[in-house]
């Protein structure tokens, strides 16, 4: 896919890995809508916009299905078309089934899951209808192995691999390509919550590359497959080989 003057949308991107895969398609010449909870606090819309492109910039909670159609009604009627969805907006999921998730399990599926299927069946039409379109979803290396006190986070995120290849299976007719990628410890602010020694063995332990990644290690991958017109299905993982060790 040529990037130039095609359109993105893009939730939670405002922030972290949504707001550098948006500034990577922007340098390439696409318009975008950012989409986020809250205010845009880092200027990710005015730094879009001196690149020479188009931003809207939506708040919403797109954990609700109402929301996730508004999004998709509005950036197409400022910037006249959706080429391409990433759905980058999520949250951390903690506890276990013994620990009191409940709650955390409903709202991480509503934000994860949900959200992905909402903006998918909002969008899918459009693209349909241009003979074309490529959607990304994030999922993330926990959703590839179990992981302590985090049930509903691994869950909702094992989740998106499997309804990005049925999807692309079920769009490939109409030339729409559906991929996602799975970040293992990327320093952002959902980061923030470790401690030093628990960095410390990250990177001298867990992380066989022995660093954190970026965020722009995502958005590179992320680029990728959107202008790569012959991938769909696949994930890819970007966690500096974290998920294929065994010790």
């Given at each position: 896919?040529?990037?130039?003057?095609?359109?993105?949308?893009?939730?939670?991107?405002?922030?972290?890995?949504?707001?550098?895969?948006?500034?990577?398609?922007?340098?390439?010449?696409?318009?975008?809508?950012?989409v986020g909870r809250n205010e845009d606090q880092f200027?990710?819309?005015k730094q879009i916009e001196a690149i020479g492109v188009k931003c809207l910039l939506l708040q919403a909670d797109i954990s609700k299905e109402e929301e996730c159609k508004r999004v998709v009604e509005d950036t197409l009627a400022e910037l006249g078309n959706?080429?391409?969805?990433?759905?980058?907006?999520?949250?951390?999921?903690?506890?276990?089934?013994?620990?009191?998730?409940?709650?955390?399990w409903y709202q991480a599926f509503d934000i994860h899951v949900h959200a992905a299927f909402?903006?998918?069946?909002?969008?899918?039409?459009?693209?349909k209808k241009n003979i074309g379109g490529a959607m990304i979803f994030i999922s993330s290396a926990a959703g590839l192995r179990g992981v302590k006190n985090a049930l509903a986070y691994a869950t909702?995120?094992?989740?998106?691999?499997q309804f990005t290849r049925a999807l692309a299976f079920e769009l490939s007719d109409f030339n729409i390509r559906v991929n996602c990628v799975s970040p293992g410890i990327i320093r952002t602010r959902f980061q923030n919550f470790l401690?030093?020694?628990?960095?410390?063995?990250?990177?001298?332990n867990?992380?066989?590359?022995?660093?954190?990644?970026?965020?722009?290690?995502v958005a590179e991958a992320?680029?990728?497959l959107v202008k790569n017109d012959f991938i769909t299905g696949e994930n890819i993982t970007i966690d500096g080989g974290m998920t294929m060790r065994i010790v």
């Open positions: 896919m040529d990037l130039k003057d095609k359109v993105a949308l893009i939730t939670g991107g405002t922030h972290g890995i949504g707001a550098t895969i948006a500034l990577h398609l922007a340098q390439s010449g696409t318009h975008v809508c950012l200027g990710v819309k959706i080429d391409i969805l990433v759905h980058s907006a999520g949250s951390a999921a903690p506890g276990g089934l013994l620990s009191g998730a409940r709650d955390v909402h903006l998918a069946a909002a969008v899918a039409p459009l693209m909702v995120k094992g989740a998106i691999p401690t030093s020694d628990q960095i410390k063995n990250n990177i001298d867990r992380i066989p590359l022995h660093r954190e990644g970026s965020p722009t290690d992320v680029s990728m």
